[in-house]
């Protein structure tokens, strides 16, 4: 089986009602990146970080998996699947992909402020204030903020050099290093692209553009995997 590799971003849940982040209505246009998602942002007042995450959360739980993630799930049929993805939804998971790295950490996951290594599921949409860790510290959210390392870009770099084809879809390549991905690709290994404006993708002119939403792209990706690769 020919080892598939996916990059996916936030376009691949917007089927789903998740907004992306630099899209018109993107999330990033309601609120301000340092007052919700930094380090500073979480000192300044962690009580405005918990209740933005919160509300992302209640977003996603309430979300569900798109056919693009469905088709995704279902290419382990056809070939050996790793999902890298951006997004810190669950709906890989619940679409039934089985090999999935989240680079920048799960909504539906907290960790210790005092012990990076103690995470721990959160039960239910909220963390609230008074939510401890084993050591005492407030639970925060286990997302990767801006300024902040990405400890799983190593195991996604090593992924991603064993692709035999690469998959971008729904992401606009423009937060480093999960963009940085694609220069891991072993030359001459395939690279396709799945967006609607795949054309404003750095490098999409070298990939085999699919202008569609995640959805349609998906379907039409697996016809072009079959055709190319048949089974
Ligand atoms: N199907 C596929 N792609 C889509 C769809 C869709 N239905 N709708 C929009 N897109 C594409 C957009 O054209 C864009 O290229 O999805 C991409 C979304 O780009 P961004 O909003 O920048 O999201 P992403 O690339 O995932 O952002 C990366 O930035 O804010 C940080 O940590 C956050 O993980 C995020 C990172």
Known sequence: MKNLVVLSGAGMSAESGIPTFRGADGLWEGYRIDEVATPYAWEQDFRKVLQFYNE???GVLQAKPNRGHEILAELES???VHVITQNIDNL???AGSSKILHLHGEITKSRSTKNPRLIY???GADLKEGDLC??????????VWFHEEVPMME?????TYTADVFLIVG???QVYPAS???QYVKPGTPIYVIDPSASTIPGAENFKVISEGASVGMEKFRQMFLEEYGY
């Open 56 to 58: 992302r959360r209640r």
């Open 78 to 80: 056809l070939a050996n």
């Open 92 to 94: 890989h998971e619940r």
């Open 121 to 123: 599921d959160i039960d």
């Open 134 to 143: 084993a050591l005492g510290s407030q639970l925060r959210p286990h997302i």
């Open 155 to 159: 195991p996604a770099i090593s992924i």
């Open 171 to 173: 992401t606009s390549l």
């Open 180 to 182: 940085g991905l694609v």
